[in-house]
């Protein structure tokens, strides 16, 4: 073995657990967040596609100049093409995204992180080209659930990778730039949209459908060029190809004394879990995520329920409601009549909140934010809904709906919108990890798309008709966000992974945030007298993953 890894200095000294970093590492780490724009445009560009006349035209026959043809959202109460082929379209990419995500989990801890994502953007770049070379209804559909499925693969395993091999101090900031990256494609999409909407050729939804190859090639692309992650080395026993890759990670020689020390401290925290949660057959290490009981943070089942309420609890937000129906909601409020203006200002304010998550998730911690940020959505969506209630004809009132919406859109922006992200990357052991990310991530997607499904129940015309009333629910439902990030969600900030571990089996949610690091992994799983980890935990860590 070169490079001498079975010596692995490590310590008990827990301040020293991990490597300094280079800008250029930093950098390295935060390249990943890229994925964003790919989830961020692929939700955002439809909408404005089912709107263009070309489009309607096609799919139902119809001349612009018919009576029934209606462009989505210039008639709240008319749409030409019928409701089931719009909600197919919209929905079938979250169908594909679930199952892709839940099958990532299992394909990052076989092929590793990095070769995972890479395959989800070849998987995407196929569906894309079934959507952009497609002339009818049925192969748009298709190309949208193969997208699917490969936006499925990079959004759950991207956070997975970057939380593995972003430095502790500012995970949380990096791994917020993947929420970064999700708004801007979202304003990406409004933009492109707007481009091409009128024109008469099949350009106007080619353009926008096919220009989406482009971020799938850049990821991929500088994914090839980045190491994987140490964390999925030491899983599979490869200690040796960890040290190189944490090494480049941290622009530290791989024999470091740091990068050593850093290393020590995963192997020696794997083999404890291990311990814990002994590994067995594919079905064994799926039922490892449901084991424990649910009244113990530390629990997996505990961390795997957190993890998919978590995402759960972030579409009940309702902010997708805003980037779905948005348009058809501003409208019926009745004062503002430019849609693509209305979609622009959203986008907008979605993009420029979230950077000042980057300084408060690392300043006040993911668990402040989570709480601050669901009581700031309460009060903003009580406000809409009682003002529309009241007296939701006037127009200065309306005004005031409208400002309140923003700054609803500001706090979920600066708080839950990354905040659900960091912490799923963050609270599941390594045995579990990489399937905990997934299940979390699939949970995202499957009530993304339950709420995308039931909305127009709630709202269209002739339907519910709750108007600006449909803001109780949401804000009923942020009053359950905020009680239960009081109550269940644990502080990570500051922390590597491997204290996480040790701080969920020490604390509660509400205690947790006043925890410090006591003991390393490697001191109490046995350190040599030259103070390396003991060659035996090294070579079971070794031995297991090999079998994996
Ligand atoms: C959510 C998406 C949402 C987006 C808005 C993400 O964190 O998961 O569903 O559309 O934020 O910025």
Not at 135 to 162: D, E, K, P, Q
Not at 189 to 208: H, L
Not at 248 to 259: A, N
Not at 494 to 505: A, F
Request: glycine share 10%; hydrophobic share 45%; proline share 4%.
């Amino acid at each position: 073995m070169p490079g001498g890894v079975v010596g692995l200095v490590a310590t008990a000294d827990t301040g020293r657990i991990e490597a300094p970093v280079t800008l250029k590492a930093y950098l390295m780490c935060a390249f990943a967040a890229f994925g964003g724009i790919l989830f961020g445009y692929d939700s955002g560009y439809i909408s404005g596609v089912l709107g263009m006349d070309y489009i309607i035209t096609l799919y139902t026959g119809l001349n612009p100049n018919d009576p029934r043809f209606a462009k989505n959202g210039s008639d709240p109460n008319g749409f030409a093409l019928p409701s089931w082929q719009k909600s197919l379209i919209v929905s079938i990419l979250s169908a594909g995204t679930f199952f892709g995500a839940l099958m990532a989990g299992d394909i990052a801890d076989f092929t590793g992180r990095r070769t995972t994502i890479i395959l989800g953007c070849l998987v995407f770049i196929i569906g894309v080209c079934l959507q952009t070379g497609s002339h009818s209804y049925g192969l748009l559909v298709a190309g949208r659930l193969v997208a699917g499925f490969g936006i499925g693969f990079v959004s759950a395993i991207i956070i997975l990778y970057m939380s593995e091999i972003a430095p502790k101090k500012v995970r949380g900031a990096i791994v917020s730039g993947y929420q970064f990256c999700i708004t801007i494609g979202i304003l990406l999409a409004s933009c492109v949209d707007y481009g091409t909407q009128n024109y008469t050729t099949t350009a106007s939804y080619r353009i926008p459908i096919g220009i989406q190859m482009l971020w799938a090639i850049i990821l991929a692309t500088g994914l090839f060029l980045l190491p994987e992650s140490p964390r999925y080395f030491v899983k599979r026993g490869k200690i040796d190809r960890a040290a190189d890759v944490l090494g480049r990670l941290r622009g530290q020689p791989r024999d470091s004394e740091f990068v050593q020390t850093e290393l020590a401290e995963i192997v020696a925290n794997h083999e404890y879990e291990l311990q814990i949660i002994p590994q067995g057959s594919y079905f064994t290490s799926w039922a490892n995520c449901f084991k424990g009981s649910l009244f113990v943070q530390k629990s997996n089942l505990r961390r795997t329920i957190l993890g998919t309420s978590l995402q759960m609890m972030q579409q009940w937000t309702g902010i997708n409601f805003i980037f779905y129906f948005g348009t058809t909601f501003f409208q019926q409020l009745g004062t503002i009549s430019n849609p693509f203006l209305i979609n622009l200002v959203t986008a907008l304010v979605n993009v420029c909140s979230t950077p000042i998550s980057f300084y408060t998730i690392e300043r006040f911690g993911r668990r402040t934010l989570l709480v601050w940020g669901a009581l700031g959505m309460v009060i903003c969506e009580f406000i809409v809904a009682i003002a529309g209630t009241v007296d939701g004809g006037n127009p200065t009132t309306v005004k005031a709906e409208i400002a309140f919406i923003c700054i609803y859109i500001f706090f979920f922006a600066s708080t839950w919108g990354p905040g659900a992200w960091v912490v799923i990357g963050e609270i599941y052991p390594l045995p579990i990890r990489s399937r905990g990310v997934a299940l979390s991530a699939a949970s995202n997607w499957l009530w993304n798309c339950i709420i995308a499904v039931i909305t127009p129940y709630m709202v269209d015309t002739d339907k519910g008709n709750l108007g600006a009333k449909v803001f109780f629910v949401w804000g009923g439902l942020c009053v359950a966000c905020f009680v239960y990030s009081y109550f269940l969600i644990p502080e990570t900030k500051g922390l590597s992974l491997e204290q996480v571990d040790r701080m969920m089996e020490e604390t509660t949610p509400r205690t947790s945030a006043k925890w410090v690091p006591h003991s390393t992994f490697a001191a109490e799983m046995g350190l040599t007298d030259k103070g390396t980890l003991a060659p035996e935990i090294v070579a079971d860590v070794e031995r297991k993953g090999s079998v994996v």
